[in-house]
Nanobody
Framework: QVQLVESGGGLVQPGGSLRLSCAAS????????ILWFRQAPGKEREGVAC????????YYTGFVKGRFAISRDNASDTVYLQMNTLKPEDTSLYYC???????????????????????WGQGTQVTVSS
């Protein structure tokens, strides 16, 4: 079964940390690119970070650069998003997504998430609040 399953969301205080996981199955994980998106109520889905599992290249969008880190474990077909120094504005539903063909991680800035993603996870809620 082709799927992505996120976990690790929750409630955290400002300045705190969370690590999200994205477990993949049913497709060639080690040659895919895995992307993290987030969507807050009433807002468009926006790209957060991307990793190309074939060569390890990563990319972060401006509002998370220096605070979030994306990594992969090809042995367990899992991608992680370590989120540090969380802010209330990071509160969102976080989704992982996969593109199984060639993809440059920096293209997360311009990708159309409605039409160019091959596989979506179900999302995990992150709430940053005191």
């Amino acid at each position: 079964q082709v799927q992505l399953v996120e976990s690790g969301g929750g409630l955290v205080q400002p300045g705190g940390s969370l690590r999200l996981s994205c477990a993949a199955s049913g497709f060639a994980f080690d040659t895919a690119s895995i992307l993290w998106f987030r969507q807050a109520p009433g807002k468009e889905r926006e790209g957060v970070a991307c990793i190309n599992n074939k060569d390890g290249r990563t990319y972060y969008t401006g509002f998370v650069k220096g605070r979030f880190a994306i990594s992969r474990d090809n042995a367990s077909d899992t991608v992680y998003l370590q989120m540090n120094t969380l802010k209330p504005e990071d509160t969102s539903l976080y989704y992982c997504a996969a593109i199984v063909g060639p993809f440059r991680p920096a293209d997360i800035e311009t990708i159309n998430p409605r039409t160019e993603i091959d596989i979506w996870g179900q999302g995990t809620q992150v709430t940053v609040s005191s």
